[in-house]
Protein backbone atom coordinates (compact mmCIF):
# COMPACT_ATOMS: atom_id res chain seq x y z
CA UNK A 1 0.00 0.00 0.00
CA UNK A 2 1.69 3.14 -0.99
CA UNK A 3 0.57 5.76 1.78
CA UNK A 4 0.55 8.91 -0.90
CA UNK A 5 -1.96 7.55 -2.86
CA UNK A 6 -4.42 7.57 0.49
CA UNK A 7 -3.19 10.77 1.91
CA UNK A 8 -6.25 12.49 1.26
CA UNK A 9 -8.07 10.04 3.10
CA UNK A 10 -5.86 10.00 5.97
CA UNK A 11 -6.14 14.10 5.98
CA UNK A 12 -9.60 14.90 5.45
CA UNK A 13 -9.87 12.49 9.38
CA UNK A 14 -7.74 14.75 10.45
CA UNK A 15 -10.01 17.18 9.40
CA UNK A 16 -13.03 15.46 10.53
CA UNK A 17 -11.61 15.07 13.78
CA UNK A 18 -12.03 18.73 14.82
CA UNK A 19 -14.94 19.64 12.59
CA UNK A 20 -17.42 16.32 12.03
CA UNK A 21 -19.55 17.75 9.19
CA UNK A 22 -16.79 19.57 7.17
CA UNK A 23 -15.59 17.06 5.17
CA UNK A 24 -19.34 16.36 3.89
CA UNK A 25 -19.19 19.50 3.87
CA UNK A 26 -16.25 20.47 1.63
CA UNK A 27 -17.08 16.77 -0.50
CA UNK A 28 -20.44 18.44 -1.96
CA UNK A 29 -18.81 21.71 -2.67
CA UNK A 30 -16.47 20.19 -4.77
CA UNK A 31 -19.35 18.44 -6.63
CA UNK A 32 -21.08 21.17 -6.83
CA UNK A 33 -17.96 22.82 -8.70
CA UNK A 34 -17.97 20.36 -10.92
CA UNK A 35 -15.42 18.32 -9.33
CA UNK A 36 -15.18 14.16 -9.49
CA UNK A 37 -13.77 12.09 -6.72
CA UNK A 38 -11.62 8.90 -7.44
CA UNK A 39 -13.92 6.25 -5.22
CA UNK A 40 -17.68 6.36 -6.26
CA UNK A 41 -19.91 7.74 -3.96
CA UNK A 42 -23.51 7.85 -5.14
CA UNK A 43 -24.76 10.11 -1.97
CA UNK A 44 -22.88 12.72 -3.53
CA UNK A 45 -24.92 13.14 -6.21
CA UNK A 46 -28.38 12.68 -4.32
CA UNK A 47 -30.17 16.01 -3.68
CA UNK A 48 -31.35 15.78 -0.65
CA UNK A 49 -27.43 14.59 1.05
CA UNK A 50 -26.16 17.54 -0.81
CA UNK A 51 -28.30 20.40 1.56
CA UNK A 52 -28.25 18.07 4.35
CA UNK A 53 -24.30 18.18 4.30
CA UNK A 54 -23.96 21.99 3.51
CA UNK A 55 -26.44 22.56 6.10
CA UNK A 56 -25.13 20.32 8.87
CA UNK A 57 -21.75 22.05 7.81
CA UNK A 58 -22.82 25.10 8.13
CA UNK A 59 -24.94 24.46 11.44
CA UNK A 60 -22.01 23.17 12.93
CA UNK A 61 -20.15 25.86 12.65
CA UNK A 62 -22.35 27.89 14.50
CA UNK A 63 -23.29 25.71 16.87
CA UNK A 64 -19.60 24.95 18.06
CA UNK A 65 -19.28 28.33 19.68
CA UNK A 66 -22.42 27.75 21.89
CA UNK A 67 -21.34 27.75 25.91
CA UNK A 68 -23.62 24.20 25.75
CA UNK A 69 -22.16 23.07 22.94
CA UNK A 70 -20.96 19.31 24.13
CA UNK A 71 -17.26 18.30 24.02
CA UNK A 72 -16.61 16.62 20.30
CA UNK A 73 -15.43 12.97 22.50
CA UNK A 74 -19.17 12.72 23.42
CA UNK A 75 -20.62 9.85 21.25
CA UNK A 76 -22.66 11.12 19.49
CA UNK A 77 -19.56 13.36 18.38
CA UNK A 78 -17.37 10.66 17.84
CA UNK A 79 -20.26 8.61 15.75
CA UNK A 80 -20.45 11.53 13.71
CA UNK A 81 -16.81 12.02 13.28
CA UNK A 82 -16.64 7.87 12.38
CA UNK A 83 -19.26 8.18 9.96
CA UNK A 84 -18.39 11.38 7.99
CA UNK A 85 -14.58 10.57 8.09
CA UNK A 86 -15.43 6.65 6.72
CA UNK A 87 -17.50 8.19 4.40
CA UNK A 88 -15.46 10.90 2.76
CA UNK A 89 -11.92 8.59 3.25
CA UNK A 90 -13.51 6.16 0.89
CA UNK A 91 -15.11 9.03 -2.01
CA UNK A 92 -11.17 10.43 -1.80
CA UNK A 93 -9.75 6.34 -1.72
CA UNK A 94 -8.60 5.41 -4.91
CA UNK A 95 -10.46 2.82 -6.98
CA UNK A 96 -10.12 -0.40 -5.41
CA UNK A 97 -9.06 1.25 -1.78
CA UNK A 98 -11.89 2.71 -0.69
CA UNK A 99 -12.39 0.18 2.09
CA UNK A 100 -9.01 1.10 3.58
CA UNK A 101 -9.63 4.81 2.62
CA UNK A 102 -12.83 4.80 5.05
CA UNK A 103 -10.56 2.97 7.49
CA UNK A 104 -7.77 4.83 7.49
CA UNK A 105 -9.40 8.32 7.38
CA UNK A 106 -11.61 6.81 10.54
CA UNK A 107 -8.50 5.69 12.86
CA UNK A 108 -7.14 9.12 12.18
CA UNK A 109 -10.03 11.18 13.06
CA UNK A 110 -10.96 9.47 16.52
CA UNK A 111 -7.75 9.62 18.49
CA UNK A 112 -6.82 13.27 16.90
CA UNK A 113 -10.36 14.25 18.39
CA UNK A 114 -9.25 14.27 21.30
CA UNK A 115 -5.82 16.00 20.75
CA UNK A 116 -7.73 18.87 18.72
CA UNK A 117 -10.48 19.01 21.57
CA UNK A 118 -7.25 19.49 24.44
CA UNK A 119 -5.70 22.21 21.69
CA UNK A 120 -9.47 24.01 22.13
CA UNK A 121 -9.68 23.67 25.55
CA UNK A 122 -6.03 25.45 25.59
CA UNK A 123 -7.10 28.37 23.70
CA UNK A 124 -10.52 28.92 24.69
CA UNK A 125 -8.56 29.57 28.22
CA UNK A 126 -6.21 32.16 26.57
CA UNK A 127 -8.53 33.73 23.54
CA UNK A 128 -11.69 32.53 24.79
CA UNK A 129 -14.02 30.07 23.10
CA UNK A 130 -15.48 32.03 20.22
CA UNK A 131 -12.53 33.03 19.07
CA UNK A 132 -10.86 30.11 19.10
CA UNK A 133 -13.80 28.48 17.68
CA UNK A 134 -13.67 31.31 15.05
CA UNK A 135 -9.90 30.71 14.82
CA UNK A 136 -10.13 26.65 14.38
CA UNK A 137 -13.17 26.95 11.75
CA UNK A 138 -10.99 29.24 9.55
CA UNK A 139 -8.02 26.66 9.68
CA UNK A 140 -10.10 23.15 9.68
CA UNK A 141 -12.28 24.77 6.33
CA UNK A 142 -9.49 25.94 5.20
CA UNK A 143 -7.83 22.16 5.38
CA UNK A 144 -10.68 20.78 4.11
CA UNK A 145 -10.99 22.55 1.13
CA UNK A 146 -7.57 22.42 0.17
CA UNK A 147 -7.96 18.13 0.68
CA UNK A 148 -10.81 17.50 -1.27
CA UNK A 149 -9.27 20.18 -3.77
CA UNK A 150 -6.55 18.07 -4.04
CA UNK A 151 -8.23 14.93 -4.05
CA UNK A 152 -10.89 15.40 -6.84
CA UNK A 153 -10.47 16.09 -10.01
CA UNK A 154 -12.03 17.99 -13.07
CA UNK A 155 -15.12 16.17 -13.87
CA UNK A 156 -15.51 15.57 -17.36
CA UNK A 157 -19.41 15.02 -17.72
CA UNK A 158 -20.13 17.45 -20.41
CA UNK A 159 -17.03 18.55 -21.39
Known sequence: MEIRRLLSSLLIGAVASARSMTPMASLVA???????????????DRPAFKVGALALGVGELFGDKMKTAPDRTVFLGL???????????????????VRTGAALAVVTAVPLAYLTLAA????????????????????????????????????????
Open 79 to 97: LARVMSAGIAGAALAPKGQ
Open 30 to 44: ARLAGRSVPGSLALL
Open 120 to 159: RKRAMVRIGQTRSGLIEDLLIVAAGAAIVAAGTSRSRRGR
